[in-house]
C-alpha cells in the first residue's frame, strides 16, 4: 500500500522558518516527479513546489519563488519543503504528492499527481 505521510506542520511567524518532510513508503519515488500543494479554507488547491526526477529541476509557484525551497532524498524516499519567510496568506494545509511518472507536462496541476498524503497543517500569524 502507498503511503505519503508529511510532518512539520505547526505555527510560525510570518518571517520565520519551517520545514516540512514528505516520506513515501509502499513503492519507490526515485523516478518519479514529486510535488508540494497546499489548500486554504474555501479555495482550491496551490502548487507550492515540484522537483522532477529527471535532472532534479525544480519548479515553484510564483507565490513562494525566493523563499520556499524544495528537496528530496531518493535514498530515503523523502521530500522536504523548507519554508523561510512565510506570509500569513500562506495559512493552509499542505500536501505532498507524487506522479507514476516523470517528464510530463502540466507538473503544478493537482492531475499530474497519482498519489497524496493526508496533509499537515501549517498556520503563519503575523
Known amino acids: 500500500q502507498v503511503q505519503l505521510v508529511e510532518s512539520g506542520g505547526g505555527l510560525v511567524q510570518a518571517g520565520g522558518s519551517l520545514r516540512l518532510s514528505c516520506a513515501a513508503s509502499?513503492?519507490?519515488?526515485?523516478?518519479?516527479?514529486m510535488g508540494w500543494f497546499r489548500q486554504a479554507p474555501g479555495k482550491e488547491r496551490e502548487f507550492v513546489a515540484a522537483m522532477r526526477w529527471i535532472a532534479a529541476s525544480t519548479y515553484y509557484g510564483d507565490s513562494v519563488k525566493g523563499r520556499f525551497a524544495i528537496s528530496r532524498d531518493n535514498a530515503k524516499n523523502t521530500m522536504s519543503l523548507q519554508m523561510n519567510s512565510p506570509k500569513p496568506e500562506g495559512t493552509a494545509v499542505y500536501y505532498c504528492?507524487?506522479?507514476?511518472?516523470?517528464?510530463?507536462?502540466?507538473?503544478?496541476?493537482?492531475?499530474?499527481?497519482?498519489?497524496w498524503g493526508q496533509g499537515t497543517q501549517v498556520t503563519v500569524s503575523s
Open positions: 504528492a507524487a506522479s507514476l511518472t516523470s517528464g510530463g507536462r502540466g507538473l503544478d496541476s493537482t492531475s499530474y499527481y497519482n498519489y
Open positions: 509502499g513503492r519507490t519515488f526515485s523516478s518519479s516527479d
